[in-house]
């Protein structure tokens, strides 16, 4: 669907063409000032998209055709390698020209609505001495469906603030919902979690959010790197690919955390490998490595001859620094950019 310019601004208006995966085209007409996705919006065509200001990367696309300016005087979570590699935050994206945007989704996914649900805590455990494992069930009568790397929102109680989690459980394993979350020294989700949080306790969810998720491409080879609790959309991705039928394709883990004590998971990843043959596992710690474990981080486990197909995809979700590192050494070594999906952590107090 596309908006009618209005009669006289025609010199206002720029054409924008907006090409989903699945060869799916949409144009919308934007205004001189408006972005593309306020343009899209108001045009009744549906994104995806979470924050509208640059700090969650929902609405990331490629420019193929055409010049876009970023917003001035905003900013965003996109990376150096992503701008430069022509990416773009729809949110923030000003086209100062027609021009094209390439969606790393197929149109199906951009009709996906979030939604807002009610669920009991379950579980709190911890993990290690700054992660617990928040597992979750939604009450009686509602569901909230998600792909694969997919994030929700969470309401902390008492506060009017969200934070946002990927479950590292599937959309199989509903009504339960696992999350893997990072305590931080005064954060809000953190003091609920450490002094509140009991058995039965009602939070509100609201979701799924994002274009990070796995992709319809489970015959290619699979490099998944995860820093910290990045490792959930991830482990989600995993047990999706194993409840798949027909043969599985290779999968490298390289997950990595600052030091022993902060690792976590290690038997969940461990029996993936008993479940699914073609996964092979590497972990690191930035320093005390011992015994089995790789001195250095995620990336660095990386070795030259992990890819040896041209149609291999890689995942990445953590911290920005790793993120860039990641996109550097996966196309040094022949990933293609396009099949380079990424997501950045970022903590929130």
């Known amino acids: 669907m596309s908006r009618a310019p209005a009669e006289g601004n025609m010199s206002n208006i720029k054409n924008v063409t907006l090409q989903f995966s699945d060869g799916i085209c949409k144009s919308v007409a934007v205004k001189d000032g408006e972005s593309v996705l306020d343009a899209a919006l108001a045009a009744d065509l549906q994104l995806i998209h979470q924050c509208r200001s640059g700090s969650c990367s929902c609405c990331m696309a490629t420019l193929t055709e055409g010049n876009a300016k970023m917003r001035s005087g905003s900013s965003s979570t996109l990376l150096r390698s992503e701008f430069e590699a022509g990416q773009r935050l729809l949110c923030l994206a000003e086209p100062e020209s027609d021009c094209t945007f390439a969606l790393n989704y197929d149109s199906n996914a951009s009709l996906q609505q979030a939604t807002k649900v009610r669920a009991f805590i379950d579980d709190v455990e911890k993990l290690a001495h700054n992660v617990v494992r928040l597992t979750l069930e939604l009450a009686e009568g509602e569901w909230l469906d998600f792909r ?202």
């Open 148 to 349: 694969p790397g997919q994030f929700v929102q969470v309401k902390v109680p008492g506060l009017s603030v969200m934070r946002s989690y990927s479950p590292a459980s599937t959309s199989a394993d509903l009504p339960k919902i696992v999350l893997l979350i990072r305590l931080l020294p005064d954060g809000a989700m953190s003091n609920y979690l450490r002094s509140e949080a009991a058995r039965d306790a009602v939070l509100e969810l609201e979701g799924p959010f994002g274009s990070f998720f796995l992709r319809e491409k489970v015959k290619a080879p699979h490099i998944m790197i995860a820093g910290g609790t990045g490792l959930a959309p991830v482990m989600s991705m995993i047990d999706s690919i194993q409840k798949t039928s027909g043969k599985k394709p290779p999968i490298l883990l390289s997950f990595g955390c600052a030091t022993p004590d902060s690792l976590f998971c290690l038997d969940d990843i461990e029996l993936r490998k008993h479940w699914l043959p073609s996964l092979t596992n590497r972990i690191s710690v930035d320093r005390e490595a011992a015994g089995s474990l790789l001195q250095g981080n995620p990336v660095d486990a990386l070795r030259d001859d992990d890819v040896k197909d041209p149609d291999t995809v890689a995942y990445i979700c953590g911290p920005q620094p790793m993120i860039e590192a990641a996109y550097r050494r996966l196309e040094a070594l022949g990933v293609r950019h396009e099949n380079i999906f990424a997501e950045q952590f970022t903590p929130s107090n």
